[in-house]
């Protein structure tokens, strides 16, 4: 048996299940349960099976099959270039958040930043890679996400360079900050019996939704941002699709300029926050 055997079974596997990406997802689970890196394993797949491949195989791909996401199943997302730690306690790193660190990277670079609701740490975490001179601080509410951020920040060699902090928005939070960034739970109440199964089953639903409209976690990053950002700092917020002019009304209703930013699908992504002039 050759690795294009094990793919031609699991790719009709996953289908069957309903996931989306069979062929893709077969894929990197046979890489992963191979050993081999996702973007050689195209170059392997006239290579003879290990014995206990299809052994080792199989977990993975029930796993999948019950739509627990390819990131979670082998521990890891890339997000801008890096490899972050996933767990079932923080959200799947998604592609369209990169439009916020392209965002906060068009502009003077910080040197105090704040990441408030950190999760895997991928905005924190980025940022420090790409900002040199820069130190964070990353706050959540959930004590199993602060620990995954920290093992991924132990990964890429920034532990000396963020400090963790265990705080519900700005609670405990001293100090001003250049830069500050969130992606909050933003998901309305009923839009969460839409969700595809691989989120609305596998990621904690904290991360995904505050209840009700949607819109609490803004209410209380606007209250709070004008006793933490400096003067000339620039904020950036993810936010859902359709929520672009309400929680611009927020951030200006607590004096502040703010614009929304499309993502590359062409979709309202970011809401930016400056101090008004």
Request: hydrophobic fraction near 50%; aromatic fraction near 6%; proline fraction near 8%.
């Amino acid at each position: 048996m050759i690795l294009q055997d094990l793919l031609a079974d699991a790719v009709p596997r996953l289908r069957r299940a309903g996931v989306a990406s069979p062929e893709r997802d077969a894929r990197r689970l046979l890489a992963h349960a191979a050993g081999i890196a996702p973007d050689r394993i195209g170059l392997a797949m006239r290579d003879a099976a290990p014995q206990d491949l299809a052994a080792r195989l199989e977990p993975l791909l029930a796993a999948r099959a019950a739509h627990q996401p390819v990131a979670q199943i082998v521990g890891a997302r890339c997000f801008w270039g890096r490899m972050f730690r996933v767990t079932p306690a923080v959200l799947d790193p998604r592609p369209e958040t990169e439009t916020l660190i392209a965002l906060a990277l068009d502009g003077p670079r910080p040197s105090r930043l704040l990441d408030l609701g950190t999760g895997s740490g991928c905005l924190a975490l980025t940022l420090l890679a790409e900002c040199p001179a820069a130190r964070a601080v990353a706050t959540d509410i959930s004590r199993a996400a602060l620990g995954v951020a920290r093992a991924s920040a132990a990964d890429l060699g920034l532990s000396d360079r963020v400090a963790f902090q265990h705080a519900d928005w700005w609670q405990g939070v001293t100090g001003r900050f250049d830069l500050i960034v969130s992606n909050p739970p933003y998901i309305a109440a009923d839009e969460m019996p839409e969700l595809s199964p691989d989120v609305r089953l596998w990621e904690d639903p904290r991360a995904l939704t505050p209840g009700g409209d949607g819109l609490s976690a803004y209410r209380a990053l606007a209250a709070g941002l004008s006793a933490h950002l400096l003067p000339g700092g620039r904020a950036f917020f993810e936010i859902g699709a359709r929520q672009g002019p309400a929680v611009m009304a927020l951030f200006a209703a607590a004096g502040f300029d703010a614009a929304c930013h499309p993502d590359l699908d062409g979709r309202d992504r970011v809401v930016s926050a400056r101090w008004a002039a």
